[in-house]
């Protein structure tokens, strides 16, 4: 068992930045890829960054491309998620994930979000323009 616990989100005003971190219970943190998904109000859940489990290999949606870093610290069983040059668009409800699939676990790419094994609660980001 896992257990994800999300922490960083706020207000921020667009151009600004925020760092998130998901802190992890358990000693198989780095069995894990690790990733975070958002939901906006009306939208579905999207993934938008993962990093395998050694950290070697990471993942950005387009829309977050060069404004967001994820990072693992295996030794501290965190990920955290550097958010710079926030847009209003980033505004939603961010979910840290693990995902023990081969690929995610190799690529840091999470296929879906049936692949996810465990899920942290969330913590809000809110954008302001």
């Known amino acids: 068992q896992v257990q994800l616990v999300e922490s960083g989100g706020g207000l921020v005003q667009a151009g600004g930045s925020l760092r998130l971190s998901c802190a992890a219970s358990?000693?198989?943190?780095?069995?894990?890829?690790m990733g975070w998904f958002r939901q906006a109000p009306g939208k579905e859940r999207e993934f938008v960054v993962g990093?395998?489990?050694?950290?070697?290999?990471?993942y950005y949606a387009d829309s977050v491309k060069g404004r967001f870093t994820i990072s693992r610290d295996n030794a501290k069983n965190t990920v955290y998620l550097q958010m710079n040059s926030l847009k209003p668009e980033d505004t939603a409800v961010y979910y840290c994930?693990?995902?023990?699939?081969?690929?995610?676990?190799?690529?840091?790419?999470?296929?879906?979000?049936?692949?996810?094994?465990?899920w942290g609660k969330g913590t809000l980001v809110t954008v302001s323009s």
């Open positions: 994930a693990a995902d023990k699939s081969y690929t995610a676990q190799v690529t840091g790419v999470m296929p879906g979000i049936s692949s996810v094994d465990y």
């Open positions: 358990g000693r198989t943190f780095s069995s894990y890829a």
């Open positions: 990093i395998s489990r050694s950290g070697g290999s990471t």
